[in-house]
């Protein structure tokens, strides 16, 4: 393992793809410490400090919401923008976007280029209500607020600055994603999630020592983590192989093909997409919620409503996470183009004629394994809530959080290896496997 990432700084294009990466994460984290100015950090340290959706929305934000930071919005207003043109184009609602997706490489620009001005609109948006709803924020005892002084002023150079920070992080993960290594926003995101950890292992170890925490519980504890850990590892890596056998061709003294090939299909496709734009999607009722007054019996309720405590807002949860995994699926695997191009390339699955038939049994098999990916999914995302609630942990695990570091990591070395081996080193991450005799019952003939 040492010698292939020792192997990795051989290349002088791998290498500065890393470095560009590493300083792009290392000016987000710079940025998301610098506060905006009339926020006192005591009373916002001390809110926090109460858990809930504030601390949801903070992971989102890379870490930067807690200190109220000129990046306290990180990419949000991206991925729900990014979620609205996904839907619109799955929904076929808007025939330009179809004209566009069909443009190739032309069309994509433009479509991005419409993501972005969707982002600053919903930027500005959400900035606006963030500010109303911090300046509106008491600490849990009582005292001083967390703007000392709510003028016209201060509201202008907030919303101004929150969405000049969205903007620029927007643009910073796009740089990641073009020049560097890694999905840009999901480094954002990742990058705020390891950077809380050393904190937590030393509250983790603090709770311990003043026997808060019993050591039997601890232990069980972090055999739990490891053992989510494992298995998110296998789940993410597991992959459906379903079997292709390519027909012989003569042409001209040579004969090509019949060899045996696979189709991968991956049990999680959307890795931590889905997560995301759930945990984003949740994030829009507060911001509508900051424009009213907060005695409003509807406001209180809706606060209620997204207490991660409460039941309902964990089956909403999970629901939203199941569905954006269904929908991820639909709209970055087509049966169809698979079966199409299958057959063109001479290719076929035993059992299964090319074409409409290959292309039913491809769907029937994304659907099964998408299934069970989903719900594994909303499993990791939603039991250490319940957990948390049910057994009185003095602090929270975070499945979201850990669905996030996992998902993302394994995104990162998986595109190092296929630099890796593009180079002609070799790659350094071992192949999922699992086994497909469940997936076959009642497969369609």
């Known amino acids: ?75 949000m207003p991206y991925i729900n923008a990014s979620i609205i043109m996904s839907l619109l184009q799955g929904a076929h609602v808007l025939p ?37 709803a911090i300046t509106k924020m008491q600490p849990p005892g009582g005292g001083m607020s967390v703007v000392s002084d709510p003028t016209w002023g201060f509201y202008l150079l907030t919303v101004l600055t929150l969405t000049a920070g969205t903007i620029f992080v927007m643009w910073l993960g796009e740089q990641i994603t073009e020049q560097g290594i890694g999905n840009g926003v999901s480094l954002i995101i990742f990058s705020g999630i390891v950077d809380r950890i050393p904190g937590a292992a030393r509250d983790f170890i603090g709770l311990i020592q003043a026997e808060e925490l019993g050591l039997l519980k601890a232990i069980m504890i972090v055999l739990a983590i490891l053992a989510m850990v494992t298995v998110t590892l296998w789940v993410e890596t597991a992959q459906r192989k379903i079997p292709v056998q390519y027909a012989k061709r003569v042409v001209g003294r040579k004969m090509y093909g019949g060899a045996q090939s696979y189709l991968p299909l991956k049990v999680d496709q959307s890795g931590v997409i889905a997560v995301i734009f759930a945990g984003s999607l949740l994030a829009v009722p507060m911001t509508i919620t900051s424009f009213t007054p907060q005695t409003t019996p509807w406001v209180q ?59 039913k049994y491809i769907e029937w098999v994304l659907e099964r394994i998408t299934l069970g990916g989903a719900l594994f999914v909303a499993a990791v995302c939603v039991l250490p809530d319940v957990a948390q609630k049910y057994l009185n942990l003095p602090f929270y695990l975070g499945g979201t959080a850990l669905l996030i570091v996992v998902g993302v990591a394994l995104d990162t070395m998986g595109q190092l290896e296929a630099q890796l081996i593009m180079r002609h080193y070799e790659g350094f991450l071992k192949k999922g496997r699992l086994r497909t005799r469940w997936f076959n019952v009642g497969a369609p003939s």
């Open 301 to 359: 309720g809706m606060q209620d409503f997204l207490n991660r405590g409460n039941w309902i807002y964990q089956i909403l949860y999970a629901g939203l996470i199941i569905f954006f995994c269904y929908f991820y699926n639909s709209v970055s695997i087509n049966p169809v183009d698979l079966a199409e191009n299958m057959k063109k390339s001479g290719g076929f699955i035993p059992g299964y004629r090319p074409g409409e038939s290959t292309a």
């Open 1 to 75: 393992m040492i010698q292939k990432f020792a192997e990795i700084f051989e290349s002088p294009d791998l290498r500065r793809k890393i470095l560009f990466t590493l300083g792009a994460i290392a000016i987000f984290r710079v940025g998301a410490a610098i506060p905006i100015p009339g926020i006192n950090a005591d009373a916002l340290r001390s809110i926090f400090q109460t858990g809930g959706i504030l601390n949801f929305l903070n992971m989102f934000s890379g870490g930067a919401l807690s200190q109220f930071s000129i990046f306290s919005m990180g990419v």
């Open 96 to 132: 330009y976007l179809d004209r566009l997706a069909k443009e190739g490489e032309l069309g994509r620009r433009k479509l991005n280029q419409l993501t972005r001005y969707l982002t600053v609109f919903l930027a500005t948006f959400q900035s606006f209500g963030l500010t109303i």
